[in-house]
């Protein structure tokens, strides 16, 4: 069985020990997730406590919280289970492209979009001081499958730029 779309692929730098000691997942500037209660929280810079270790990363590996890491990612997990204790079946995730450049790159991007005659369906956007690249109309693609047949296309074409482009998720209230 592929267990990858059973995880979630996070920068192992979004995660880390607030001050009060809860694990949390930095999904934008201001919000965090905890990743044991799934609880969402207002989050600013003073309430950083400290980078997550391989001790508390296995720990929540025995937990079922994360699948596996290694030292630039982390894979947290989406079990059935899991899924609950996370309150996601009370949430709808949309995917973008994760390009992993910098925002000063974003005019080659658009360049590259332009080049491979994908600037009507691809849109590149600043995101968490990263380029990030939505579908159409700067929407989010619909399915895990739709954004990584982009990011196959995107990587074989123009590898020197789109090698290290992940698939990655906005999640949002079913009431939002």
């Known amino acids: 069985m592929d267990d990858s779309l059973n995880t979630a692929q996070v920068a192992r730098t979004r995660i880390f020990v607030m001050l009060d000691g809860a694990f949390v997942v930095k999904w934008s500037d201001n919000r965090v997730q905890e990743l ?27 937990a079922g919280i994360v699948a596996m890491y290694d030292k630039e990612y982390v894979w947290l997990s989406l079990s059935g289970e899991h899924q609950q204790a996370l309150g996601m079946q009370a949430r ?46 700067g929407r989010s693609f619909r ?8 990011r196959l296309l995107l990587a074989d074409q123009l590898p020197e730029l789109f090698e290290e482009t992940v698939v990655a998720f906005i999640e949002t209230s079913r009431r939002d």
């Not at 989050?43 to 001790?55: C, K, N, P, Q």
């Not at 399915?143 to 982009?150: G, L, N, P, S, Y």
């Open 36 to 62: 044991l209660t799934g609880v969402y929280r207002n989050f600013e810079r003073r309430d950083f406590g400290a980078a997550i270790t391989d001790f508390e990363l296995n720990q929540l590996k025995q």
């Open 92 to 137: 709808v995730r949309s995917y973008y492209l994760h390009t992993t450049l910098a925002t000063h790159h974003r005019e080659a991007v658009e360049q590259a979009l332009g080049q491979l005659g994908l600037a009507d369906e691809l849109h590149a956007r600043l995101r968490d001081d990263f380029v990030v690249i939505l579908g159409m109309q």
């Open 143 to 150: 399915t895990f499958d739709e954004a990584e047949q982009m």
